[in-house]
């Protein structure tokens, strides 16, 4: 699953989920906007924030919401619960397991 921060209307980043029924993989595409405006997008969107130019944070349940009404896949809801139970244990949680750390790469069209 991919979350995307990229240009959006009158040039306002906006923030959508990607690859919804791929839960192997998370982390944040950043498009063509500043680490400031990023971070600000995800925080208006109640999604997450950065926590420095690599990695942000990204609130469970927001990802949930987001995502899980784009899902195709029957067993959908399981599947992100294992996912979410995989990264808890690789300490790749945080806010007291409220958020995951994902690392950012560039978006396709930055």
Partial sequence: MI??????????????????????????????????????????AGMGRLTDGDTGVVSVAALRAAAEPQ??????GDRFDAMVIFAADKGWTADDGAGLQVHIEPAASA
Avoid at 20 to 43: C, F, I, K, P, Y
Avoid at 71 to 76: L, R, S, V
């Fill in 3 to 44: 979350i995307e921060v990229i240009g959006g209307a009158d040039e306002v980043p906006e923030v959508r989920v990607a690859d919804v029924d791929d839960l192997t993989r998370l982390h944040l595409a950043v498009g063509a906007v500043t680490d400031e405006e990023a971070d600000a997008a995800l925080r208006t």
């Fill in 71 to 76: 899902a195709t896949a029957a067993d959908w």
